[in-house]
């Protein structure tokens, strides 16, 4: 819209500039032409005089002299004629029957005033062409024609359209910048302002306001909805989050007491069948539990506004790595890591860690005991060696600092591609792993925290087969290269 805008006013002040302009042009033109009129009119009257002399006694030398030197010093072509239209002395061939020439020659031989010259412009190279009237004691005599290059006249006018071109292109340039720049800037303010909290809404953060007291009239309108648009759906998400959190939490209760009631039944029940069956309902409680948990956590995490921080990711994977280390060789399972050095990411606390515990979990349960191998990349940003940004900075901060991804990757059977389109949903599980104890949680809160961090979980089938799922974090920004 900026350009838009900037445009129009380009458009507009570049119009005004024309039109003030081509007066200007035209009078100082105008301007030029009547000067040398003037002075083509005063030779053709001293000419005229001459001539009547000339054309009364016959004798045309002095005429004919006089008519060669002013050729030679203005370059411009004298013609005299008498009333029968026949020339008399001339200083080169003319051609009588030209229109102009014949037009002009008429004018005179009928003793009218000579027109004012057309304006010259420089791209016409028409000459100058100028006939005065001979006569004597009101008797006319003939006439003279003064055919002048308009050489002189067409640069001057040439240079005068030069110089106000160049002006007028200086003034749209100042006034674009000094003017117009600044004035859409004033004027797009408020809708950058609403630009930058739709984004922080699509975000998540239906806190973020703009002011509705500045602007035009319809942008504070349409701010002040804007602002309880956000409001609304504030109340509508706590609503939600406070009922799933005080579901949960209400049901842990009742839950926990049911499930030690079935255990006390234990001793009562005889039969074998009944025992198993008594078994399996207290690991259904277990399971309902593990639910319940599962929500209370989705529950604070939704919840929670936490600021995105610097992440040491080669420290937090090394450390969690080895932290699932021991549970992987007790199943027999080959862990391998590959972590570059001093790789750093923008994240929320603790998200990583959490997102980590929750692969590493899933890789050791459903990858059916093949090798899992954790890897770390920092992809470079447009703008890697640029200054350091704040944290938190921007969309377009991230996208010039890189990404760094952590991807686990198992050599297991993998997704088939309708299961991939629904991993990580709330309550999903592969049809193939209904047996293996989970809630279908797991995935759906490390996506929910990847991406409230401003991240993005991916998961993808390897090659030649297997699952891995990468998280990719904006990288932090770097420091500034130290100066010599």
Known sequence: MRRRLLVIVCVLVAGLIVALSVPLVRATAQRTVQTSFIGRVEDSA???????????????????????????????????????????????????????????????????????????????????????????????????????????????????????????????????????????????????????????????RLKTHVSDRTGAPELRRLAHSFNAMADSMHASREQQRTFVAQASHQLRNPLTALRLRVENLEEFVKDPQGLHELHCAVEEADRFGEILDGLLRMARAEASEGERKTVDVSTVVAHRADAWRAAFEAEGVPLTTRIPDHVSALSLPDCLDHALDTLLDNALKFADGTPVDITVAHLPGAATAAPARTAGSGPAADRDNGAVEVTVRDAGSGLTEEELAQAGGRFWRSTRHQNVRGTGLGLALTRLLVEAGGGELRLANAQPHGLAVTVRLPAAPQPPPATP
């Open 46 to 204: 001293w000419f005229a005089d001459m001539a009547a002399t000339a054309l009364e006694t016959g004798r045309t030398g002095r005429l004919k002299a006089a008519a060669d030197r002013y050729r030679s010093l203005y370059g411009s072509h004298v013609a005299v004629v008498d009333a029968n239209h026949k020339i008399v002395v001339t200083t080169r061939s003319i051609q009588l029957t030209e229109p102009r020439v014949r037009t002009a020659l008429l004018q005179a031989l009928a003793d009218r005033p000579a027109q004012q010259p057309r304006i010259v412009w420089p791209w016409d190279d028409r000459p100058f062409i100028q006939a005065q009237t001979v006569k004597r004691d009101g008797r006319i005599l003939g006439a003279v024609l003064i055919v002048s290059p308009a050489d002189r006249a067409r640069s001057e006018v040439g240079g005068h359209l030069a110089l106000v071109s160049l002006g007028s292109l200086a003034a749209l340039v100042i006034v674009l910048i000094a003017v117009a720049a600044p004035v859409v800037r004033w004027v797009l303010r408020p809708v950058h302002e609403l630009d930058r909290a739709t984004l922080e809404v699509s975000l998540g």
